[in-house]
């Protein structure tokens, strides 16, 4: 019933900036938070950054001052801008939207995207 789906990840050298994209469909009611989340390799999955309907946003201490969250409330869409890639940036990241359906408000599910690698080498 909710499709997320994530798009802009790809091989960047240090330094460099990324962008990417997500977007929620499907039988939405009310989107609450949403957020990007990786993953690295041997690693647990991690908040990287996440946003209210109401634009307060939270980041994890390792991309404050490089990411930044915002969202498109009317298209149900938030991006990750990423300056100054580092190499430990690598992973896959993951877009995670809070949804209530539509005719089941009350309840908030979380909904993945399928994630989009994100690799920083020279």
């Known amino acids: 019933q909710v499709q997320v789906v994530e798009s802009g990840g790809g091989l960047v050298q240090p330094g460099g900036s990324l962008r990417l994209s997500c977007a929620a469909s499907g039988n939405i009611f009310s989107i609450y938070t949403m957020g990007w989340y990786r993953q690295a390799p041997g690693k647990q999955r991690e908040l990287v950054a996440d946003?209210?309907?109401?634009?307060?946003?939270n980041y994890a201490d390792s991309v404050k001052g490089r990411f930044t969250i915002s969202r498109d409330n009317a298209k149900n869409t938030v991006s990750l801008q990423m300056n100054s890639l580092k190499p430990e940036d690598t992973a896959v990241y993951y877009c995670?939207?809070?949804?209530?359906?539509?005719?089941?408000?009350?309840?908030?599910?979380?909904?993945w995207g399928q994630g989009t690698q994100v690799t920083v080498s020279s």
């Open positions: 995670k939207a809070d949804v209530a359906i539509r005719n089941f408000a009350g309840v908030v599910n979380g909904y």
């Open positions: 946003i209210t309907s109401g634009g307060n946003t």
